[in-house]
Structures are given as C-alpha cells and as structure tokens.
C-alpha cells in the first residue's frame, strides 16, 4: 500500500479544526548512553515527512468528556493513547476540562519508527492550542510535550531539529533541502524501548554495513541498527539490498524500526525502486514515497 497525503492544516471552524499530524525520521540517531531516570541521552537530527496522519477534534457543548475514534481498530483510544494524554496533560495545565469529540485517520504506520503516535500528540496539542485561543508560545507547547513523550516537543516545531536529552531538548536548525525518500516496512514492528534496552549488548552482524553514510546533507547513521538487526535479520537483509540499488543514495533505519528510509538518488527513481521491492520480497511490504519536509 502506497500513500501519499499533504502536510497542509485545514482552516477551522468555530468548534471544529483538522490538523495534520507528520511521520519524521531521523538523519542521525546517536546514542550517547543510559541515565539515572531509565532513558538514554541521545544526539539526534530529526526531520518531518509528506506522510502524515490527519486528525479532527470537535468541541461537544456542554460535555466534559473526551472520546476518540481512529480509522485502524487495533489501535487502542482509550488513557493509553497519546491522544487522550495531550488532553490530559493541557486539562491540568490549563485548570480546565474539555468536551470533545476526536478521530484519528491514520496513515503512519504504528512501531515502524516514525513517531506517529508522537506527532498525533503534539498536532492534539497544537490544535486545542488554537481552538480555544489558549496562545501557549512554542516553548510553553514543547514544555506540556515533554511531559508525554521524548519524541513530542520535535513535532511542536514546523522545522528539522536536533535533539539532544532524551530527546526532549529541541533545537530547530536550517535544513531546506525535501529529500525524495522511500520508506519501506515489512509486516512487522519494533518497540523502541526494547530496541534501547538492548542496545549495549547488541553485537554486529558480520558483512552488514554500520558505517556512518557521508553525504552532502550531513552523515547519516543509526546506533539501534545493532540490537534491531541481530534480533530481526530481516532488515539487515533488506538495508543491504537496498544499498545495491542504483536508486539508492542512502538507506538506513528509521528511528528504531522497522522502517528503512531510503534517500532516492533521483526522485523519478522511486516508483520502479517500488516495484523491484516487491517483486523480490513481495506484495505485503509496505511503501511510500515521498520526501522530508524542510522549514516552514
């Protein structure tokens, strides 16, 4: 399955606003070691992509609860969703509570490394910001995202960042370039906890490339390549074969998986990149073509 949706916000009503919630990858994920508090500090460039979930929250007049509904049934929308923590979290900040009526039709696939859940967080949180006239600064906004979720404060900001903290310390950077990219996802996903947790025992698989990828944009490498590739050969298989490709400029793991990003060496490439992968491990894998999103 192939998407492709813009990243444009939709004008809002007077109790109703659809926003556009962004996959990301990272060009570089370093991790630096584990802390006191269980997370690992990591150094990491972060950009959005064309892929993007779209949510619609509407205000319900004379009700404080919150419910939400998404397009993909396996995933859960109750407390456990970080949908409903982005409520939470501005209810208490705020002092107030919120009636609304929220779905969630996703695109981005779920453990795949692209921060989808993330970004659903922060576009909720950004869209209430709105809706309400609450005129939370980006900085107030990145401060409530913190306390969700590492990955949250980078999609407050409409622009490439690097990341250092866990991830929670965001600095938006100049980075213009839309890459053309294919993401590629076989049927399965990664925790991304495990993914940390493992790391520091992981061990290389001999013949597969770890190598930082030196390029003009910066130099792309992966630290949870190791745990994810020894436990899922797989995709140490599938990173191999993609560098064999002439469309292939650069193919590394996105985030901690399971997708592979790969930065196409010309964008009229993708599409028969596209087909050679399914024709060598078949229709089930999942593909998008697109590109990253500069600074807006």
């Not at 456990?80 to 695109?107: D, P, Y």
Request: proline share 4%; glycine share 10%; aromatic share 8%.
């Amino acid at each position: 399955m192939r998407l492709r949706l813009g990243q444009k916000e939709l004008i809002m009503s007077n109790n109703k606003i659809e926003v556009s919630a962004p996959a990301k990858t990272n060009l570089w994920l370093r991790v630096l070691g584990q802390r006191e508090d269980g997370f690992h500090d990591i150094d990491t460039r972060m950009v959005a992509l064309s892929l993007a979930d779209k949510i619609t929250i509407e205000v319900i007049q004379g009700d404080r609860g919150v419910s939400l509904t998404c397009s993909d049934e396996s995933l859960r929308t109750d407390e456990g969703n970080l949908i409903i923590s982005a409520v939470r979290t501005l209810e208490e900040h705020c002092k107030q509570t919120f009636g609304l009526r929220i779905h969630l039709e996703k695109h981005i696939p779920i453990a795949a490394g692209l921060g989808g859940g993330s970004s659903d967080a922060a576009a909720v949180l950004k869209g209430l910001n709105r809706l309400f006239g609450l005129n939370l600064t980006l900085d107030e906004l990145s401060d409530l995202a913190a306390k969700i979720g590492s990955d949250v404060p980078f999609f407050v900001y409409d622009s490439p960042c690097d990341c250092t903290g866990r991830g929670e310390r965001v600095m938006p950077v100049k980075f213009d370039q839309e890459l053309p990219v294919l993401l590629v996802k076989p049927g399965f996903g990664v925790s991304a906890a495990w993914a940390y947790q493992n790391r520091a025992d992981s061990i290389e698989i001999p013949g597969v490339v770890y190598a930082p990828q030196v390029c003009p944009w910066g130099t792309f490498s992966n630290d949870l390549e190791r745990p994810v590739f020894e436990k899922f050969m797989f995709l140490a298989r599938l990173k191999m074969w993609l560098l064999d490709q002439a469309e292939t400029h650069v193919a590394l793991l996105s985030g901690s998986g399971s997708t592979m990003f790969v930065v196409l060496a010309e964008a009229h490439g993708g599409e028969y990149l596209e087909e050679k992968i399914k024709a060598h491990f078949g229709e089930t894998m999942w593909t998008y073509l697109g590109h990253t999103l500069g600074g807006r």
